[in-house]
């Protein structure tokens, strides 16, 4: 059975830093390209970051380049999101996504950038 766990979410003030993480489970970890979307309250949900499946090759959001960084363990099938000079744009909810010949969706993480 396929799993994707969101963890690390919540509130912080403006710039201030979060980890979001993803393990994933049921399939074959390495061989996907992970990205972190987010869906704000009446918005369509966006690409934020995405990394391929040996971890060579990265690409982000450009409201969020510099500021956040994806990264992956293929030894523990966790991919994170580092998010720093958090900023109240960046309140959404965060998921993470699998993608190869199938793709899989996490359940999402609330993170919330308020004073």
């Known amino acids: 059975q396929v799993q994707l766990v969101e963890s690390g979410g919540g509130l912080v003030q403006p710039g201030g830093s979060l980890r979001l993480s993803c393990a994933a489970s049921?399939?074959?970890?390495?061989?996907?390209?992970m990205s972190w979307y987010r869906q704000a309250p009446g918005k369509v949900r966006e690409l934020v970051a995405r990394?391929?499946?040996?971890?060579?090759?990265?690409n982000y959001l450009d409201s969020v380049k510099g500021r956040f960084t994806i990264s992956r363990d293929n030894g523990k099938n966790t991919v994170y999101l580092q998010m720093n000079s958090l900023k109240p744009e960046d309140t959404a909810v965060y998921y993470c996504?699998?993608?190869?010949?199938?793709?899989?969706w996490g359940q999402g993480t609330q993170v919330t950038v308020s004073s």
């Open positions: 996504y699998a993608e190869s010949i199938s793709w899989y």
């Open positions: 990394i391929t499946g040996a971890g060579g090759r990265t």
């Open positions: 049921g399939f074959t970890f390495s061989t996907y390209s």
